[in-house]
């Protein structure tokens, strides 16, 4: 297959994959109500995933550095068609909850290996190919609740779920098919684990500044629609925020990631946090909702063009036989931390209120671009990073 259209069928199976999420958030009220779940139990569903793939992306991906990226990524798939038919036909917590799982550790396995195989096929245009694929991962979860709206009051509760199954089991044949760039064995890694990417400064740096990056979206994602209703902001800004939040990722992701790899994505995702930081403590003080959306007009851009940095730095730094564990460390890490920043936040909003909340957060993402600038050293502050080939 030829590397273009095997990118192509790559950023397909990025972008089903994470329609699944989308889908899942706008049919919750579906399951409460023609199946009795509980929004406790619901939120268990939920959660279940987020820590199902944390754990997958941390233990299982790194397999993908021995030789078994294509495994991995075909095994990853059947989970979640697996597990979208559980989400599909499950009428009960305990159905719900196992096809959450298998999702969750589907998608952890099989996106960094993905992400392995882009990086290592075209090394020179990491950075565009990365925003690429960021671009299908945000268009994927927007993509999801259009077919639930379409499909689940007219067919039923399992057809969104089905037609995503069906599908990811085209791509799924379609890449058994295809020869993929493997790890040479005389280069493949004993460790079993990506904790000892760590040790590398600039690794650890960039995933530093990567998590700063998914502090600020916890912590905005689950406050802004409170935020607005307490300003008696309109509705259409409450509504409206988190979505609009992801738009232009879409179209900036590709852009930003070039951006990263020619002018430095150290640099490009460390003034992109910092910019961040500042939109934040403004949301914390800002009296009226008006003043707040310019803000967020600005931020929305501002991570447009920064977001797909820490990906490219991190595979800039990383060994080119230690892509997938990289890739998932960083990836586990930024969910983990997205998790605890949105638990915080409704904590800190309710005891300590808005403008804490905001500077705390601003406070802590500032410390970790700092402490990531430091480890990452001067050599790659400066400048563009090499792209690792050997």
């Known amino acids: 297959m030829p590397l273009k259209r095997l990118f192509r069928t790559l950023q397909f199976a ?61 095994t990853g798939f059947l989970l979640v068609i697996v597990g979208c038919l559980f989400m599909g036909f499950g009428q009960n917590f305990a159905l719900l909850l196992i096809g959450r799982l298998l999702m969750g550790i589907g998608g952890g396995m099989s996106l960094p290996a993905l992400r392995k195989i882009v990086i290592v096929s075209d090394p020179e245009n990491l950075g565009g190919n990365m925003g690429k694929l960021l671009s299908v991962d945000i268009a994927g979860f927007a993509l999801g609740p ?91 800004m409450a509504n409206a925020g988190v979505s609009l939040f992801a738009l232009p990722m879409i179209f900036l992701g590709p852009i930003g990631g070039r951006l990263a790899q020619n002018k430095g994505a150290y640099r490009v995702g460390a003034i992109g946090s910092i910019i961040g930081a500042g939109c934040m403590t403004m949301y914390g003080f800002l009296p009226s909702p008006y003043l707040m959306m310019g803000v ?8 447009g063009f920064s977001i797909t940095s820490s990906g490219v ?67 790659h502050r400066r400048a563009p990073s090499a792209v690792p080939t050997s």
């Open 146 to 236: 259009v077919i639930s709206v379409l499909t689940v009051d007219t067919i039923g509760i399992a057809a969104p779920f089905i037609i995503i199954s069906a599908a990811v089991l085209v791509v799924t044949v379609v890449l058994s098919r295809v020869a993929v760039p493997e790890t040479a064995k005389a280069d493949r890694p004993n460790e079993r684990l990506a904790f000892d990417l760590l040790k590398i400064p600039a690794v650890s740096g960039a995933i530093l500044i990567g998590v700063s990056l998914f502090l600020m979206i916890g912590t905005f994602d689950s406050l802004w629609s409170i935020m607005m209703d307490d300003l008696n902001g309109p509705e259409w």
């Open 14 to 74: 990025t972008l089903l994959m994470s329609s699944t999420y989308g889908v899942m958030f706008t049919m919750l009220d579906d399951y409460r109500d023609k199946y009795g779940i509980s929004e406790s139990g619901l939120g268990l569903v939920l959660a279940a995933g987020f820590f199902s793939a944390f754990f997958s992306q941390i233990s299982i991906a790194p397999w993908a550095d021995r030789g078994r990226a294509k495994v991995l990524m075909m």
């Open 296 to 303: 967020f007009f600005l931020h929305i851009l501002n991570d």
């Open 313 to 379: 730095a991190v595979g800039q730094a990383a060994p080119v036989e230690r892509q997938a564990g990289a890739q998932g460390l960083l990836g586990g890490l930024q969910t983990l931390t997205g998790g605890i920043a949105a638990s915080f936040a409704g904590w800190s909003y309710d005891h300590l209120g808005r403008g804490p909340t905001f500077s705390i957060t601003a406070i802590v993402m500032v410390i970790l671009v700092l402490s990531g600038l430091a480890l990452a050293g001067p050599e």
